[in-house]
């Protein structure tokens, strides 16, 4: 049972323009979600992360935004680059719970078009 | 170095055959956790440390798995009697905080 769910295995966007990467999750207890980025052959690398208290966090040219009534949250990149290119995850954790591993979607192949 | 090692990179092993999978955590990093990820999906939890104390294994699959952490640094995720499904990257990740995680390169296992 895939408790964070992204429905889009890939999306193509021209440089310059907004990347728009979506996940669902449905486990009500999860109070903390993260995004990967991914290149080949190497591991995930953290790129950002947002507490269920806010609904939006912003790093430079990445933000997440958070609703929780629709246990939806997304990761916009603005302007996006070439070398924004690739896989991307959605994860969440249960830390109030007392959970420490991480629930990942199945990824986003994200190709910036330049 | 600074970042979560993981050894050897690569591994091929015949059906049947044990392996074993090494992981350096960054330094001083109490958590520490083994994932699975399977082709095209997302990397999925095995068992979780805290120093040296095994506090999760829910995620193995089978009593084939075992990891260890004597020490609290060094981790090695061992796969006894390895079969075809078993072939995946192995990520091994640590953190000071339950709320990142940073990841290894991983250890990509096929299994012949």
């Known amino acids: 049972d895939q408790q964070v769910k992204q429905n889009s295995p890939s999306l193509s966007v021209q440089e310059g323009r907004i990347s728009i990467l979506n996940c669902d999750y449905t486990n009500s207890m999860f109070d903390y979600f993260l995004w990967y980025k991914k290149y080949p052959a190497e591991g995930p690398t953290f790129l950002i992360s947002?507490?269920?208290?806010?609904d939006k966090n912003e790093d430079g040219r990445f933000t997440v935004f958070l609703n929780k009534s629709a246990k939806h949250l997304s990761l916009h990149i603005v302007p996006s680059q070439p070398g924004d290119s690739a896989v991307y995850f959605c994860?969440?954790?249960?830390?109030?719970?007392?959970?420490?591993?991480?629930?990942f979607g199945t990824g986003t192949r994200l190709t910036v078009i330049p | 170095g600074a970042g979560v090692s993981q050894s050897p990179r690569y591994k091929v092993a015949k059906r049947g055959q044990d392996v074993a999978l090494r992981c350096d955590p960054i330094?001083?990093?109490?958590?520490l956790f083994w994932y699975q990820q399977a082709l095209g999906q997302g990397p999925e939890f095995l068992t979780y440390?805290?120093?040296?104390?095994?506090?999760?294994k829910s995620g193995l699959p089978s009593d084939r798995f075992f990891a260890e952490r004597p020490e609290g640094s060094v981790s090695t995720l061992k796969i006894q009697r390895t079969q075809q499904e078993d072939s995946a990257v192995y990520l091994c990740a640590s953190s000071l905080r339950p709320s990142e995680a940073f990841f290894g390169q991983g250890t990509r296992l096929t299994v012949v």
């Open positions: 330094s001083g990093h109490v958590s």
């Open positions: 947002i507490s269920s208290i806010k």
């Open positions: 994860a969440a954790s249960a830390i109030a719970s007392g959970a420490n591993n991480l629930f």
């Open positions: 440390f805290q120093n040296e104390a095994q506090l999760d």
